[in-house]
């Protein structure tokens, strides 16, 4: 067995991160991660070449997806073609349709989760993780008290697998959280197996003042490059709530 570390979620110019995917490896490379799953807004293509050819630094690039589904964003691995805006159960079919592995990612996130407050909560929570191999027990872009609950909850129902990643929208920002794998070997394979099996741990404490540079950073960098157009594809949390005009 190796241990292998992983960032299981980053967004490139596939959908509304800044660098590209060859930028996200090198700098994967650069700080010592094994894996990167690259894991694009309603996408797969940032990743998909990938099953062919593996980059030369080394580093395992995953093929995977964050779907927006209605009832919040899903991170799926292994994926062979993107998956649609769809209900988690149709994702969830499809996904292991095609192989892959399916995570509830920032489970407890304010603006990117729906039915999370309120009496509706936990038996929405019970529902969705029935469906999925784990959940995403430290993301890079959400407080730690969310990151906590998610903690808890996998505590609470031992069977779900436990995942990191950085959520990084930017190279700088990979390898903000991260996963370790315990893998027999360094191919997608032996790496789908030891997530399937549950041999990973999330880890990467979110420190306040780092979150605050990011949020900053990244609503500075967002204002700048993203039209209201780009913005509106891949970061609204509420894909099938139709948004009413005044006039
Ligand atoms: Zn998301
Ligand atoms: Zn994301």
New binding site residues.
């Given amino acids: 067995m190796i241990d292998l570390k992983a960032d299981l979620h980053c967004h490139t110019t596939f959908s509304d991160g800044k660098g590209t995917p060859e930028q996200c490896i090198d700098r994967a490379g650069r700080i010592g991660l094994d894996v990167l799953a690259i894991t694009d807004?309603r996408t797969a293509e940032g990743g998909l070449r990938y099953w062919h050819e593996q980059p030369s630094n080394g580093v395992v690039v995953i093929p995977g997806e964050?779907i927006r589904t209605d009832e919040g964003?899903i991170l799926a691995y292994f994926v062979k073609r993107t998956i649609e805006d769809c209900t988690l159960e149709e994702a969830a079919a499809k996904v292991r349709e095609q192989g892959g592995l399916l995570y509830a990612?920032?489970l407890y996130?304010p603006t990117?989760r729906r039915h999370i407050w309120g009496e509706s909560r936990q038996t929405f929570l019970d529902q969705e993780l029935a469906l999925v191999d784990g959940i995403e027990a430290r993301n890079g872009m959400t407080i730690s008290r969310c990151n906590r609950d998610a903690v808890a909850y996998a505590q609470a129902h031992p069977g779900l697998g436990l995942i990191g990643g950085s959520?990084a929208h930017f190279a700088w920002d990979i390898g903000g959280a991260w996963t370790m794998i315990q893998s027999e070997g360094r191919s997608l394979d032996e790496i789908r197996s030891a997530m399937a099996d549950h041999r990973t741990c999330a880890l990467g404490p979110t420190r306040i003042n780092r979150l605050l540079f990011r949020w900053v950073y990244y609503a500075a960098g967002f204002c700048r490059n993203l039209d209201r157009e780009k913005r509106r594809r891949f970061h609204s949390a509420r894909p099938h709530r139709r948004r009413r005009r005044l006039s």
Avoid: G, N, R
């Fill in positions: 807004h964050e964003h990612t920032h996130h990117f959520d």
